[in-house]
């Protein structure tokens, strides 16, 4: 908005100086140059009108469209970032893998309208329990993923069953739904980026199958 103002103002300007110069009678020469420089000013405000626009297209790239989070890519980058500064300053950090459980259920049963809603909730609602220099993505499909800087694996294991609760509170026009969480932390588990993420989910694997054997011998009561 602001460019296209800034060249509505040139085009007005020429118009001036073509009057001015017409009345006057200065000599062409002179509104040539001006013209030129108008141009040449213009022509900038239209370069600088296309970076906006692609550096506004690069920051939409990294961002998933459904819940508004990083997305895989992205993160992957903050996450090698990460690796570098726990190295140099010697402090830990831990990750979260998140998946929700029988989430195919509620995209088979009532939609995946629905399904889309409970994304963006679930979203929104672990990104509102982290703090703000904590990375929260989308993995993809029902999983997340969340990057824990400076945090030791007591305190992010703590984070874990803090919002494993304050998930399986959430109802929206659906069964109450819950999530299982994995927890690793570098480089106590590993140095190594891929091996701490698959190692993040299988623990989350382990952590869900542990609470569905839970859940089916509590029904057996």
């Given at each position: 908005?602001r ?12 118009a001036i100086?073509f ?10 020469v ?7 420089i ?7 405000l239209?370069?600088?009108g ?18 508004g ?45 629905l ?10 609602e ?11 993505t ?6 997340f993923?969340i ?5 030791d694996?007591?305190t ?6 803090r919002?494993?609760?304050e998930?399986n ?6 069964p ?20 701490l ?10 952590s869900?199958i542990n609470?569905?054997?839970l859940n089916?011998?509590n029904?057996?009561?």
């Amino acid at each position: 908005m602001r460019t296209m103002l800034l060249g509505l103002f040139l085009l007005t300007l020429g118009a001036i100086l073509f009057v001015i110069c017409d009345i006057f009678q200065t000599p062409w020469v002179i509104f040539n140059v001006l013209l030129n420089i108008i141009n040449i000013s213009g022509a900038v405000l239209s370069a600088f009108g296309v970076t906006l626009a692609m550096k506004h297209l690069f920051e939409l790239a990294k961002i998933d469209s459904l819940t508004g989070l990083l997305n895989r890519r992205s993160f992957k980058e903050k996450l090698d970032a990460e690796v570098e500064r726990s190295k140099r300053y010697n402090f830990p950090f831990s990750l979260l893998f998140i998946d929700l459980d029988n989430f195919k259920q509620v995209n088979d049963k009532l939609g995946h309208a629905l399904g889309d809603v409970v994304l963006r909730n679930v979203a929104q609602e672990l990104k509102s329990k982290v703090r703000i220099t904590d990375v929260v993505t989308r993995w993809g499909g029902d999983e997340f993923v969340i990057l824990l800087p400076q945090t030791d694996h007591i305190t992010a294991q703590k984070l874990a069953e803090r919002l494993i609760g304050e998930i399986n509170c959430i109802r929206i026009n659906a069964p109450r739904f819950s999530i299982s969480v994995g927890v690793v932390t570098y480089p106590d588990d590993s140095d190594n980026v891929d091996y701490l993420l698959n190692l993040a989910d299988r623990r989350m694997y382990e952590s869900k199958i542990n609470t569905e054997t839970l859940n089916l011998q509590n029904s057996l009561l």
